[in-house]
């Protein structure tokens, strides 16, 4: 996407097109997987917009639905750009992460209505799966 589209973009959802907002949307669409926000905070650089500011911009572009927020149990979120279904393998070594997609959610949704008492209907779900990479694997032996 150019400057111009993301301008446009950010308007269709009725935010203002600032030049940090603009930085933020494109470094997690360039990038293709969760990133923690610290690591956004240094691409992003305290000059354009401070470490309050970008989180509280990714939680308005998270409400708006069109970032996720992913938890890969660390003191600090990771977010990524809204698109298809998919999830992420985590690997707790070395933070390396890998998408995977086909989680069965179809599935699990209907088996938790069926079990639920108090529940109507479910809108989302996050699913992610911690482990040890290959590279890691063969240097912990
Ligand atoms: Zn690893
Ligand atoms: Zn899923």
Do not use: W
Not at 46 to 61: A, G, P
Not at 71 to 83: R, S
Not at 107 to 121: D, N, V, Y
């Amino acid at each position: 996407m150019s400057k111009e589209n993301y301008k446009i973009f950010l308007k269709g959802y009725g935010l203002k097109a600032t030049p940090g907002r603009i930085r933020l949307l494109k470094y997690l669409a360039d990038s293709k997987k969760p990133n923690s926000i610290k690591d956004i905070g240094k691409a992003i650089g305290t000059r354009t917009m401070d470490q309050v500011t970008i989180y509280r911009t990714l939680e308005t572009f998270k409400t708006l639905g069109f970032v996720r927020r992913v938890d890969f149990h660390k003191d600090y979120a990771y977010y990524e750009l809204a698109g298809k279904d998919h999830h992420h393998i985590f690997c707790e070594n070395c933070g390396r992460i890998e998408d995977f997609e086909g989680c069965g959610s179809d599935k699990l949704i209907k088996t938790a209505l069926r079990q639920s008492k108090q529940f109507a209907s479910i809108n989302d779900h996050s699913i992610e799966l911690f482990g040890v990479c290959r590279s890691c694997a063969r240097s912990l032996k």
